[in-house]
């Protein structure tokens, strides 16, 4: 299959492109910049503001499906609403829009449990969006538009994915609380104060994320549906005991602190019956990998 993903040279794009390819896929990347990605992906500069830039990216390719996963993130939507909302909002709008014109059969594009807000609604795929962040209202944007674009075009499947905090090594953007905690400890500070939520919080490891992307293209499905996509979910004093016992010789400082505003309590309601699989790395194991890849 022909597959292009936007947001391709990113954290979560690369991960997704490195297992399309190894099934047989020609996949193209399309970001702003390859600063990060590797000399043999194929690349097209692409901004996702830009609709020229978009429709002629698909229209020269001829993707079958498009995975969306440029965006901002947390702390930079909360910075600057206005780009926020060009590259969330209107970037989704441009994707779906040169999905159609190019033919593409299927769109998945990334949402957020941050479009779900606050923490006491239901936990399931159902849950209706009420965020409470900037970043997690234009991902609830981008879940009504494709609510209602499927409506409109019944031949084209839109596939949302709701993920959590994904984490794993070279993540330098969003929320990066879990990540900063590992890395400390995998740099060998001597004194670490970390977040101690009073609640759990969602760790999806970054290979079981891209494996959820990789197999939402491919799913037999045929209507809109949006899922949560959610890993393991932990109390930030155990990622710091288990950090502990393999980093002796660093003491961990816990701070108390609130969960960000989103539903940290979110559930895989229908992702295994729709793909066949869930996120199945445990927190433990995940701190591991990430230390193992800094040399610890």
């Known amino acids: 299959m022909k597959i292009a ?8 794009g690369l991960a997704t492109v490195r297992i399309l390819i190894e099934r047989g896929h020609s996949v193209l990347a399309l970001d702003r910049s390859a600063a990060h990605s590797p000399p043999d992906l ?23 499906a498009v995975i ?13 609403i206005v780009a926020a909302t060009r590259v969330n909002a209107l970037g989704t709008a441009h994707v779906f829009a040169a999905a ?40 609830a944007y981008g879940e009504h538009l494709a609510r209602a674009f499927a409506a409109d075009e019944p031949g084209m499947t839109l596939i949302g994915l709701r993920f959590g905090s994904v984490y794993g090594p070279g993540r330098e953007r ?17 004194s ?27 799913a037999p499905l045929t209507e809109h549906r949006v899922f949560n996509v959610a890993g393991d979910k932990r109390m930030m004093r155990e990622a710091a005991a288990h950090l502990a016992r ?17 539903a940290w309590n979110f559930a895989n309601d229908g992702l295994a019956t729709a793909i066949g699989y869930v996120p199945q ?14 040399g610890r």
């Open 42 to 64: 194929a690349f097209r500069a692409c901004d996702v503001t830009e609709q020229d830039d978009v429709t002629a990216a698909f229209a020269a390719f001829r993707p079958q």
């Open 100 to 139: 159609k014109a190019c033919g593409a059969e299927r769109v998945i594009y990334a949402s957020s449990v941050a479009a779900l807000g606050d923490a006491d609604i239901g936990p399931g795929d159902a849950s209706v969006p009420r965020p409470a962040s900037v970043y997690g209202a234009t991902k």
């Open 192 to 218: 670490i104060v970390y977040p101690d939520f009073a609640e759990p919080i969602d760790w999806t490891w970054i290979e079981d994320a891209a494996e959820v992307a990789a197999r939402a293209v491919v």
């Open 246 to 262: 393999r980093c002796p010789d660093s003491s961990f400082i816990a701070q108390p602190d609130t969960t960000p505003p989103a």
């Open 68 to 80: 969306h996963l440029a965006a901002m993130l947390t702390l930079d939507s909360k910075a600057d």
């Open 281 to 294: 790395t445990q927190m433990e194991e995940g701190i591991d990998r990430m230390l193992a890849a800094a």
């Open 5 to 12: 993903i936007t947001g391709g040279a990113g954290f979560l």
């Open 174 to 190: 969003g929320w990066r609380a879990i990540q900063t905690l590992v890395e400390q400890a995998a740099a060998g500070e001597p």
